[in-house]
Every structure is written in C-alpha cells, then in structure tokens.
C-alpha cells in the first residue's frame, strides 16, 4: 500500500510496520478496556457510598420518628426541600453498560419490572386523594412494602414525614434510577408527543404532560408541555424538568 507524506515523498507499509501498528493499536485497546474498568468501579464504589449514607439517613429518620424524648423536628423550608430535590435529580447517575448491554429497569424511560418493589427511602410517584376529594399524584418516600396487602406506607415529601399514606401498588410509579444517555441509548427516553407524569418546577407534584423534546445530552433535561386550560391550545409553555422526575402516564391523552 503506497502513500504520500508531507512533502510528497511515496513511502509504503512494511511488513514489519504493519506489525508494529497493529501491535500498538492492540495495546491502545488494552489500555481504554482497563481504563472502563477502573472508571466502572469507581462508579460502583460511589454507588455503595450514596446507598449507605442513605441507610443511615433513614436509620436516622425511624429512629427520630421513634424517639418521645427529643423535640418534634421543624418542617423542612421549602426552598431547602426544592434546592434538595435539584440536587437529587444532578446527582442521578448516568447508566453506562458495556457495548451490546441494553439500559435496564429504571433506567430513564424504561419501567420497573413487574415484580419490583421499592426499598424503603425509595422516591415515587403516588397517587393521592387532596383535600378537597380530588386524586393527585405526589412525590413521595417509601417507607416500607407489606407483601401480605400489597401495599405501600410512603410520606408525602412536601410534609417531611408529618403525612403518611397506605397505598395499592397500583398507585406507586417508582422514579428512574439512572439517567438515560441520549448518545448511546436513545431509546431509553421519552419521546416527542409522547404523555407522561411530569413534576412541575418548584412543586411536589406530577402532571399530566407532553413531550415537546427529550434531552440530546446526559445533562440536558425533558423539554415538556403540561397541559393548562388557562392557555388557547391546553398546554403551557416549554418548560424544562429532569429526567429524575418524568414517569410514564398510563391514562388516555386528552384530545
């Protein structure tokens, strides 16, 4: 094979060149596989990290909800509630599978499995009555699974643990676990028109909305449109929500 260089000078490979190439791309290739690995680990070490401070926080929480001799704890300031939920939704993590894995249960768009029961401290979406008779979906933290009821005891987290609700599995939609790359697994996201539970910026709770644009990067958001009668066509402007918090809707869009 002949080439030219710079100064249009023809060389061509040598066997011996070709040799050596192929050497230092085998040794380029080692060398990336076992930087995935270390960087894999890592990743699964902070993982264990994050599920440990997370136990203990709820070891923390039984255990204040439990104890008669100290003073009642103050209700959470709601910017302090809506800044926590901006980090929960950063700090995410992004699923990276080797190449062929595909994304797994919970993995952005891609529901749980169908025997899948939510730890406690787990966020989800739950399906509540509202004072006023109304149903409303809430985001909320489970507290603990009865297999003998099926049922669901989770606090209202705009109440910090001062509501509690015994619900049906029916009405838990538990959140994503890890973002979704759009670069590598696209089809682990919502689509464009496509209606979902969404919850609204600076709230606590989800409704109905529809796709305007999913995210084109791992750190972009859900463009969404969620549907307002205030507006001419039904649906509010843009606005953006993460994808930690936009969960499938199974009920009809409205036409």
Not at 69 to 95: C, D, F, H, N, Y
Not at 126 to 134: L, P, Q, T
Request: contains cysteine; positive net charge.
């Amino acid at each position: 094979m002949r080439k030219y260089g710079k100064n249009n000078v023809m060389y061509k490979h040598s066997p011996t060149n070709r040799t050596k190439l192929r050497g230092l791309y085998t040794t380029a290739k080692a060398d990336a596989e076992a930087e995935c690995n270390i960087l894999q680990k890592a990743l699964d070490q902070i993982a264990e990290i994050k599920s440990l401070l997370e136990e203990r926080r709820i070891s923390a929480k039984i255990a204040g909800l439990y104890n008669d001799s100290e003073p009642p704890r103050k209700t959470m300031r709601r910017g302090v509630l809506m800044t926590l939920l901006q980090q929960s939704a950063m700090t995410l993590p992004l699923w990276i599978g080797k190449p062929g894995d595909k994304p797994p249960p919970l993995c952005g768009a891609i529901p749980a499995s169908g025997d899948y029961v939510a730890k406690p401290g787990d966020k989800v979406a739950a399906r509540v009555k509202a004072v006023d008779g109304d149903e409303q979906w809430i985001l909320a933290e489970v507290v603990s699974y009865s297999h003998a009821t099926n049922k669901y005891e989770v606090d209202d987290s705009d109440e910090e643990g001062k509501e509690r609700h015994t619900l049906s599995w029916r009405r838990i939609i538990p959140l994503p676990q890890w973002k979704a790359n759009p670069e590598t697994d696209p089809e682990a996201l919502f689509q464009k028109e496509q209606l979902v539970l969404a919850l609204y910026p600076q709230t606590t709770c989800f409704y109905r909305a529809l796709i305007h644009s999913p995210p084109q990067r791992p750190q972009d958001d859900y463009s969404v449109l969620f549907e307002d009668t205030s507006y001419a066509d039904g649906y509010s402007p843009p606005l953006n929500v993460a994808q930690r918090y936009v969960v499938a809707c199974k009920e009809p869009k409205k036409k």
